[in-house]
């Protein structure tokens, strides 16, 4: 069944193009505890089952191999995580353990940070990440297309945006200095990134950054990220805008759809709520929602509409009746300056007195 | 999990603080919550906050009903968001209502969609305001009824409205036997004129409830009684009585601690005593009066609700459809005959 997406796609590349996943680890795929030193340890000495990924996670990673497969496409995945790689072992025994098929994974070494008394830079990823993503795409075909992602706890949508701009040539080295040196980004790290940078042929490779909402940050966060950022609260959610870009196919959203309901607890009302939730942020369109919906309903998965709302849905459908979020990638860069007043207040702080925080 | 529909442009603070409210329910609690109103405007809120769209839903509707128009006017707007937010929960779509809207206009929704309990004449608007604690585990909250569904009432309607509040503090206060009371003018059974006589008499002589009698207005912020009946005038005027007294006070000491140096230093002195003082006055904290009375649930919260309030209205209305509210009050009405 097509939801829509692979005619669409006039501005990617040949559909054969290998799909690269670059996923973030924490927060995205692991539901990983932290915000105390105490979690922290536990964490650091969790045995791989103890580990706990979140909802549908493994089946979004999977149903996108499977997916690119059927379509004689090769879908890569990649995970880049700012935990030490002294957790590595007990990760990729997790991975093993969930079934999830990768193909590459990068650790922080905290410790050699920790070594050359960097403490800042313990903390401070984007830098880190941004020269993992860039030596990550210059080392992958030279047509793939992208998805990254991440989630809201530290400043994933940032790194994927400035990741995507950086490769699609909208970032000059000069604005990206200063980007990264207002986040204080380790000077040396910075100039790593702008000789990578460099080194990258500028071709729009990222479709989108999809942000797993775990803390529930509001999503009007999100807007001055532009419409290639998809803040998700779930990775039914996910899974929905994937289908509709034509990157996951009926059967996975069924089967991501049905692992929440065996497994998490999930119900048809709250699979429904997710839905309409898409709809009205703009992210899918009412016809593509009917459209899956109908399949969905007949698996169980959502509940059957109610014939006593008729007019009432007719009536919603017309004061939906607005353009949907545009699926054009921004001309020009984002407004990081905006970006960062926002996310980071010395930053706004810096912006207002002309300095570098 | 009960399903709560709220209106979400009742108010003098709509939809934000709604919004703000359903938001929080939606990230603490399982509660499925359905928001009626204009869909537009609700999810520009929702998105500027914290939020669990799993257990929110959007019930669009255009219309809105004024805090200040005529309720048997605005009864003939179906499209407004109090009407179809109340059609909802008779139609089974939702188990009970919350709105912060115009009184009357949701006083007379109710009784024209929801049925009247059987045995039951009028429904009551119940107030659950913070009063005194005379021993300690005595709920910090009373219910006072009727609050203005009802106007003038009848000797068996105060009887009604006994047996309904005793029913609903029984089931959400918890209180196993709640002390009943009548509001009036003298303990002596003999005041208060012809209908409160009466009343006081049935009352009496009534059994499977827990009457003490009559108390007077000082004795409402004491813990005398759990729930003190009287008719919807005077309990709306009694109510307002302990808001503004409230009110007032917390103004009296903003004034004074701008007059004086040394009063405004005794206040910082006692400035967690006001604190609480003004915690177990702030009508945020309980959430919203039921309309008792009719088979199906609504909480009408105060106009001025903050998103805590409204917050815990829904909390409040979840827990009296977990805890089977009305069924309790037709039993007991069963019983009383």
Redesign the interface.
Known sequence: MRLGGPRKRTRSARPESPLVCRWDLDKTYLRSEFTTLRQLLRTAFERPEQKVDVPGVAELIRGLKAAAESRGQTALVYFVSASPPQIGKSIRAKLALDGVPYDGIVFKNQLEHLRRGKFRNLREHVGFKLVELLRGHLAAPADTRELCFGDDWESDSLIYSLYADILAGRLAAAPLTAILMRIRVDPLLVAEVIELATRVPARDAVERIFINLERRTPPATFRLFGPRVVPTFNYFQTAVVLAVMGRLRLEDITRIGTVLVERSGYTARRLDNSLDDLVRRGYLALPAAERLAAPLRAAGLLSLPDPRMRWRRILVRLGRWRPRRSEAPPSGALDYDAILARVQPAARHAAATGGTP | MPTIAIDAMGGDHAPEEVVKGVAQVS?ATDI?CVLVG???RI?EQL????????????????DVIGMAENPREAMRRRDASLLVGTRAVA?D?ADAFVTAGNTGACILACAKYFPLIRGIRRAALASVYPRHVEYPGQDRFALLLDVGATVRCEAEELVHFAVMGAGYARRISKVASPRVALLNMGSEETKGGETLVAAHRRLRALGGINFVGNVEGNDLVRGRADVIVCEGLVGNIALKLIEGVSEVFTDLASVAAERRLTWRFGLRLLARGIERLRELTDYAQYGGSPILGFERLCIKCHGRSTAQAVANAVKVAAKAVRDRVPAEIAAAVTVVG
């Open positions: 990230l499925e204009d869909e537009r999810q998105e500027g906050v914290s939020y669990n769209p799993e257990h929110i839903a959007i019930l669009h509707c255009r139609e779509r």
